[in-house]
């Protein structure tokens, strides 16, 4: 019985040291906010250029009609130009 009880507090005492890790780190980004912004503007800009170099190594996608129809269904499919009702 006591070897649950102690697994029990083990566990809960875990659970509070992961909230304290938590709080922590939410503190930490309040008072580096501009640090959080970018490293946040450095992964969107790295994503965009990765998807580009994709893009353009793929044949498919050379030929500029297929790649405005490709980008057109997407869109559309999207809902960029008008709503599906």
Do not use: C
Request: hydrophobic share 45%; no cysteine; charged share 20%.
């Amino acid at each position: 019985m006591r070897k649950s009880k102690k697994k029990v507090h083990h566990k809960i005492h875990h659970h509070k040291k992961s909230n304290s890790l938590i709080r922590r780190f939410k503190q930490f980004r309040v008072h580096h906010r501009i640090a959080f912004y970018i490293i946040g503007a450095l992964g969107v800009i790295f994503v965009w250029r990765g998807v580009w170099t994709i893009i353009d190594n793929t044949p498919i996608f050379s030929d500029p009609f297929a790649s405005l129809s490709i980008g057109v269904g997407l869109a559309v499919a999207g809902g960029l130009f008008f709503e599906l009702a």
